[in-house]
Nanobody
Framework: QVQLVESGGGLVQAGGSLRLSCVASGGTFSMYVMGWFRQAPGKEREFVAA????????YAADSLKGQFTISRDNAKNTVYLQMNSLKREDTAVYYC?????????????????WGQGTQVTVSS
């Protein structure tokens, strides 16, 4: 059974940084694309970034390029989301997801497994 566990969320001031982690277990992830999504109150879940586990190729939402960076550590079965220059509008629950296919896979329906989410709150 595939499990994804996110961590690293919290309260940060505007302009600050956070690094989210997603530890994956229970599967062979070389065929997977790993994605980060976020959902703010009253809004739909939106694509943030994705990475091909085998190739390491990365993708980010156009509005977040240069601000957010996705990476992975194969030895630790962990995917990271480095978030810099955070703004109040980045406040959301951030979810890690895994699915088989070709990156970037921006649609939530392409992912088979989801973590429980981690809250990121940016204060002004």
């Amino acid at each position: 059974q595939v499990q994804l566990v996110e961590s690293g969320g919290g309260l940060v001031q505007a302009g600050g940084s956070l690094r989210l982690s997603c530890v994956a277990s229970g599967g062979t992830f070389s065929m997977y694309v790993m994605g980060w999504f976020r959902q703010a109150p009253g809004k739909e879940r939106e694509f943030v970034a994705a990475i091909s586990w085998s190739l390491g190729s990365t993708y980010a939402a156009d509005s977040l390029k240069g601000q957010f960076t996705i990476s992975r550590d194969n030895a630790k079965n962990t995917v990271y989301l480095q978030m810099n220059s955070l703004k109040r509008e980045d406040t959301a629950v951030y979810y890690c997801a895994a699915g088989i296919g070709w990156a970037p896979m921006v649609d939530t329906g392409r992912y088979d497994y989801w973590g429980q989410g981690t809250q990121v709150t940016v204060s002004s």
